[in-house]
């Protein structure tokens, strides 16, 4: 298996720009994670997902922020309007239904909002 | 709920120095407990983890074991190389609120030649 697949790895956008992250999970993985990740506020886990279902979305930071699965092999993170107090690099990562698996990450995004 | 507390960087150390990067958690179950390790430019991996009570997770030279009676899970590794400098993440995982893992903060490791 390739693993978690991020794109882009880069993204530099004006702010007030709609941006899209995109995710493609481990194939048989059910839960799916977005997180962020910044110099000053470290990891921070925006969203989670299991068998395609939000399950808990109390880590988005605001309204402008958004994320969708729309089925077992794809997921997207949306921010509209991007700030450049959005800019940090953003994680997925997966995982098996079983508390004994390990996550596995993708190389992330990072993006830049200027 | 859930949480996980690492000890604060970054460490320095030199070359063959022992390591020791603390992490204690707070859970309502019985988590798996692991570390991760992520090197510049990459996304999180595992180092290592241990799924009960007195295990011992092992892996390129750390050892962590998980000690029930003092809710800790601390990384070890006797000597270092500069080559392990990177942010070591602890974490558990638990079946409350649906298999999600909670990470600590992370510790930056600077190992000097």
């Known amino acids: 298996d390739a693993g978690v697949i991020q794109s882009p790895r880069h993204e530099v956008t004006e702010m007030g720009q709609e941006v899209t992250l995109r995710c493609k999970p481990i194939s048989g993985h059910n839960s799916l994670f977005w997180y962020r990740q910044t110099m000053m506020r470290g990891l921070e886990l925006l969203i989670y997902?299991?068998?395609?279902?939000?399950?808990?979305d109390s880590g988005m930071p605001e309204d402008r922020f958004s994320a969708k699965m729309p089925n077992a092999s794809f997921s997207t993170l949306k921010i509209q309007p991007s700030e450049p107090r959005d800019s940090a690099v953003y994680f997925c990562?997966?995982?098996?239904?079983?508390?004994?698996?390990?996550?596995?990450f993708g190389q992330g995004t990072r993006l830049t909002v200027v | 709920g859930n949480s996980v507390t690492q000890m604060e960087g970054p460490v320095t150390l030199s070359e063959e120095a022992f390591l020791t990067i603390n992490c204690t958690y707070t859970a309502t179950g019985y988590p798996s407990l692991f570390w991760y390790v992520q090197y510049p430019g990459e996304g999180l991996q595992l180092l290592l983890k241990a799924t009960k009570a007195d295990d011992k997770g092992s892996n390129k030279g750390f050892e962590a074991t998980y000690r029930k009676e003092t809710t800790s899970f601390h990384l070890e590794k006797g000597s270092v190389q500069v080559s392990d400098s990177a942010v070591y993440f602890c974490?558990?995982?638990?079946?409350?609120?649906?298999?999600?893992?909670?990470f600590g903060a992370g510790t930056r490791l600077f190992v000097k030649a």
């Open positions: 990562a997966t995982t098996r239904d079983s508390v004994n698996t390990e996550a596995f």
């Open positions: 997902f299991n068998n395609n279902v939000p399950i808990d």
């Open positions: 974490a558990l995982s638990d079946n409350t609120g649906g298999f999600k893992t909670i």
